[in-house]
């Protein structure tokens, strides 16, 4: 869908995943996800297999590894989580280095982080291939109630326009002698908000009349475009499918 | 005016008042025949918004009636509201408010699609809707990253394309740059509609609409040939309307008559 509509975790490429339909590849990364999710911490060589997946699929929609990783930092605070639990984890334990370490612990960082990081990637994956524009339509070809695909529509619509109206605000404020470092001026900040919020609520008033004079009744119209073909399903499918068979695989090898 | 024919918009005692007790209208007798292009002028809380929310029964309960080509609007009956917003086309005053949807095509193809119209037919209509007001290039923009007068021009689309038989437009030309503003006033005219035009901008006025009725406290104050209406100074000072300085509406209307 041409122009606009990115947000930041797009990445503009000419790739064929980007160009499958958008509800066919979050129904593949929502099922791999979950087998991530349901497959034992201890079954190591699944993960392997699931991070070369990712690392294949990474390839094919031409994102580079690099920009992959600089955003997975997100998962972060989450890491750090996990970095504690050995230490605080109780039953048996291990030496390392001189450190004492629960072995019941270490099981639960691993589990946090391998399956934290293969989710991320996945969805990050989803985020780099395809616009907002395109994920809501394919939550709403999913048949996902339509009252969060219409507020997630509205919300992309009038975030830049809320954000531009509280940027004007805040110059008005500055040109008038606004200063936010004088804790005195904090009470001009709060009023900002309120009146923000205010706007937005009258906007909100004056939008929907505007829906109802187009004869609105309730419910966006459906955008006409093609149902996903067969092909676009089987061939995401692939995904899902694989890393089934790893886990299944790694099941039955240990 | 021809009296045989069906007028395309007639309203009749229309009285409103807000919840808060505040009375807007206060009696509007208006009607406007098939064509016709008027202007609806009056000072800042006069009612024109108000009275232009009644034309499509948005809002409504006050007392009176409201009738579009015979069809009166009757807020419970939902067919007929819809096929009254299907006659009707409003132009809110602030394009933000009208454009919602993420791309500009989807936002024209938004009405339409309301009133059932769907797959190639729908983007005709688009394409027809967005080709006149020459915003065919910006069909997948985004409408927050077009500038103003691109969203009024888009907003405009965006009522075109439900065909409407009256345009009502609430102050079309205001924040426009003055290539905007008249490049509008073309677009307007070249329209085989019924036009209502609420405006502040009296020379706009003159240029676009042959008549005009002037609005004040709820009431219509005066009705005539929006030429006459302008040079009427008394009526101008007791309604709170000024011609920009140094603006002649008589001189305005001759060059007007010998342009056309
Ligand atoms: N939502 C509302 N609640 C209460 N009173 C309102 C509301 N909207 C308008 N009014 C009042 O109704 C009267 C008519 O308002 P209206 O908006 O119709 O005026 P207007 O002629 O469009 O003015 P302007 O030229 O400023 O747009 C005003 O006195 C206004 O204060
Ligand atoms: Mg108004």
Same mark, same amino acid.
């Given at each position: 869908?041409?122009?606009?509509?990115?947000?930041?975790?797009?990445?503009? %490429?000419?790739?064929?995943?980007?160009?499958?339909?958008?509800?066919?590849?979050? !129904?593949?990364?929502?099922?791999f996800t979950i087998v991530v !999710?349901?497959?034992?911490?201890?079954?190591?060589?699944?993960? +392997?297999?699931?991070?070369?997946?990712?690392?294949?699929?990474?390839?094919?929609?031409?994102?580079?590894?690099?920009?992959?990783?600089? &955003?997975?930092?997100?998962?972060? =605070?989450?890491?750090?989580?996990?970095?504690?639990?050995?230490?605080?984890?109780?039953?048996?334990?291990?030496?390392?280095?001189?450190?004492?370490?629960?072995?019941?612990?270490?099981?639960?960082?691993?589990?946090?982080?391998?399956?934290?990081?293969?989710?991320?990637?996945?969805?990050?994956?989803?985020?780099?291939?395809?616009?907002?524009?395109?994920?809501?339509?394919?939550?709403?070809?999913?048949?996902?109630?339509?009252?969060?695909?219409?507020?997630?529509?509205?919300?992309?619509?009038?975030? /830049?326009?809320?954000?531009?109206?509280?940027?004007?605000?805040?110059?008005?404020?500055?040109? &008038?002698?606004?200063?936010?470092?004088?804790?005195?001026?904090?009470?001009?900040?709060?009023?900002?908000?309120?009146?923000?919020?205010?706007?937005?609520?009258?906007?909100?008033?004056?939008?929907?009349?505007?829906?109802?004079?187009?004869?609105?009744?309730? %419910?966006?119209?459906?955008?006409?475009?093609? %149902?996903?073909?067969? &092909?676009?399903?089987?061939?995401?499918? +692939?995904?899902?499918?694989?890393?089934?068979? $790893?886990?299944?695989?790694?099941?039955?090898?240990? | 005016?021809? /009296?045989?024919?069906?007028?395309?918009?007639?309203?009749?005692?229309?009285?409103?008042?807000?919840?808060?007790?505040?009375?807007?209208?206060?009696?509007?007798?208006?009607?406007?025949?098939?064509?016709?292009?008027?202007?609806?002028?009056?000072?800042?809380?006069?009612?024109?918004?108000?009275?232009?929310?009644?034309?499509?029964?948005?809002?409504?309960?006050?007392?009176?009636?409201?009738?579009?080509?015979?069809?009166?609007?009757?807020?419970?009956? %939902?067919?007929?509201?819809?096929?009254?917003?299907?006659?009707?086309?409003?132009?809110?005053?602030?394009?933000?408010?009208?454009?919602?949807?993420?791309?500009? @095509?989807?936002?024209?193809?938004?009405?339409?699609?309301?009133?059932?119209?769907?797959?190639?037919?729908?983007? @005709?209509?688009?394409?027809?809707?967005?080709?006149?007001?020459?915003?065919?290039?910006?069909?997948?923009?985004? =409408?927050?990253?077009?500038?103003?007068?691109?969203?009024? &021009?888009?907003?405009?689309?965006?009522?075109?394309?439900?065909?409407?038989? $009256?345009?009502?437009?609430?102050?079309?030309?205001?924040?426009?740059?003055?290539?905007?503003?008249?490049?509008?006033?073309?677009?307007?005219?070249?329209?085989?509609?019924?036009?209502?035009?609420?405006?502040?901008?009296l020379p706009y006025a003159l240029?676009?609409?042959?008549?005009?009725?002037?609005?004040?406290?709820?009431?219509?104050?005066?009705?005539?040939?929006?030429a006459a209406l302008l040079s009427?100074?008394?009526?101008?000072?007791?309604?709170?309307?000024?011609?920009?300085?140094?603006?002649?509406? +008589?001189?305005?209307? +001759?060059?007007?008559? /010998?342009?056309?």
């Open positions: 869908m041409g122009a606009g509509h990115a947000h930041p975790l797009y990445l503009d %490429r000419a790739g064929r995943v980007h160009r499958l339909a958008p509800e066919v590849k979050i !129904v593949a990364v929502l099922l !999710v349901v497959t034992p911490p201890t079954r190591f060589w699944a993960f +392997a297999g699931y991070a070369l997946l990712i690392a294949v699929l990474a390839a094919t929609a031409r994102v580079p590894a690099f920009w992959l990783l600089k &955003r997975a930092t997100i998962e972060l =605070p989450f890491v750090l989580l996990a970095v504690v639990l050995p230490f605080a984890g109780h039953g048996e334990r291990v030496e390392w280095l001189g450190l004492s370490l629960s072995i019941e612990g270490l099981h639960g960082a691993w589990n946090i982080f391998a399956k934290g990081t293969l989710g991320v990637l996945a969805s990050l994956l989803l985020a780099a291939t395809t616009t907002m524009r395109d994920l809501i339509l394919g939550l709403d070809r999913l048949r996902v109630p339509s009252v969060f695909t219409q507020i997630a529509t509205f919300m992309l619509r009038y975030i /830049d326009v809320l954000a531009d109206d509280a940027r004007r605000m805040r110059i008005a404020r500055l040109s &008038r002698g606004y200063d936010p470092r004088f804790l005195w001026q904090v009470k001009a900040f709060a009023v900002g908000v309120g009146s923000l919020f205010l706007r937005s609520y009258e906007r909100g008033e004056r939008v929907y009349l505007a829906m109802v004079s187009r004869g609105y009744t309730g %419910r966006l119209p459906q955008p006409a475009h093609d %149902r996903a073909p067969a &092909r676009q399903w089987a061939m995401s499918a +692939a995904l899902p499918l694989a890393s089934a068979g $790893i886990a299944v695989a790694a099941a039955v090898l240990t | 005016m021809i /009296d045989v024919a069906t007028p395309a918009l007639n309203v009749s005692r229309l009285h409103y008042a807000y919840p808060d007790g505040r009375a807007a209208l206060r009696g509007v007798d208006l009607t406007i025949a098939p064509g016709e292009r008027v202007a609806l002028l009056g000072p800042n809380g006069a009612g024109k918004t108000t009275l232009v929310l009644h034309l499509n029964g948005i809002l409504h309960g006050g007392g009176g009636t409201v009738e579009v080509s015979g069809l009166p609007v009757t807020p419970g009956d %939902r067919p007929a509201i819809a096929e009254i917003r299907r006659r009707v086309g409003i132009v809110f005053q602030d394009p933000d408010d009208q454009l919602f949807m993420p791309t500009v @095509a989807e936002d024209v193809a938004f009405g339409p699609a309301n009133s059932g119209v769907r797959g190639a037919e729908l983007d @005709a209509r688009v394409d027809e809707a967005l080709a006149a007001v020459g915003m065919s290039d910006h069909r997948d923009h985004v =409408p927050h990253h077009l500038s103003f007068g691109q969203r009024r &021009r888009v907003a405009v689309a965006t009522v075109l394309a439900m065909r409407p038989e $009256i345009l009502v437009l609430d102050e079309p030309s205001s924040n426009l740059d003055p290539a905007s503003r008249r490049e509008l006033a073309e677009i307007l005219e070249s329209l085989p509609v019924t036009l209502l035009m609420v405006t502040h901008d240029e676009l609409c042959p008549r005009s009725v002037i609005l004040d406290t709820g009431r219509i104050a005066a009705d005539g040939e929006t009427d100074r008394e009526l101008m000072r007791g309604h709170r309307l000024e011609l920009p300085f140094g603006f002649d509406p +008589a001189a305005a209307a +001759a060059s007007r008559a /010998d342009r056309s």
